[in-house]
DNA sequence: CTAACTGTTATATATAAAGTATAACAAGTA
DNA sequence: TACTTGTTATACTTTATATATAACAGTTAG
């Protein structure tokens, strides 16, 4: 699995890893029980700090995205993904809002916001599928 | 217009004065022409600092949705606001893609993403229309 | 004219977030 | 035994955020 950072960005390093793996997984790329590197070798792999990385995996563990094993290494959870439960879709519509409305104030219909949105879901599209 | 701040929340105060002025213009509540309140006047409202609306006035300014006259004042841009050309479509896009990724890998479908996303437009639709 | 207001700029400070660097620990494995 | 694993602790630098105070130049109201 390829993972790009950009250090110009304004995205912490820790979010866009996060964002990646998010990624690997909705694209089908990540399945349930394959293994992640370790936090040194992706640390390295990626130039950034172990403890960097050891943040992401955090955030993915408290989320049931990814179970680690203290000595043994992280994998993507093999039992399956954590649900979109209400307290995921609300956090969902409060980071789309903003979004939404700036597409509105600049102009555009309902229509071309969902066309957008289909865009974005149709690009992670899994392989073969 | 009513304007809430949110002191316990991780987003700096100056994105969420920028993103309520925005909504305010997308619900209609904020029309061309309409004057904002004084960067003195505004952050005693809201219990802020002069410079976190000062920089948020400047965000609105470069992108075209205010206008600021130097010893007169600020006002909602009266010839109208930016559209919505590639530029803003392809950030538009960047920003979806983290919350479209983890929708997918919480099992949503294509559907029940541009539900969510309609509900969102809904919810800022303009009164009356 | 004076006083009050406008956006703007400058300087200084405090706090928190982000990222790095180094080290150590306990436990599993080759 | 040697190496790896996640984890934790400490320390440091840099940047972002937010506040505080002050001053400037020009506009407007009294």
Redesign the pocket.
Known sequence: MFIKIDFQS?I????QLYNEIIKGIAKGELLPGEA??????FSQDL??????V?KT??LL?QDNFIQ???????EINPDGFPPADEVFLEKLRENLEPLVAESIARGMSHEEIIKECSKVFEKLGRKGE
Not at 12 to 15: E, G, M, N, S
Request: glycine fraction near 10%; hydrophobic fraction near 30%.
């Open positions: 304004e912490p390093i820790y979010t992640l590197p370790s936090v040194r070798v130039g950034i700090n172990m403890h960097t050891n995996y955090g563990k680690v094993h203290r000595q043994k290494g992280v």
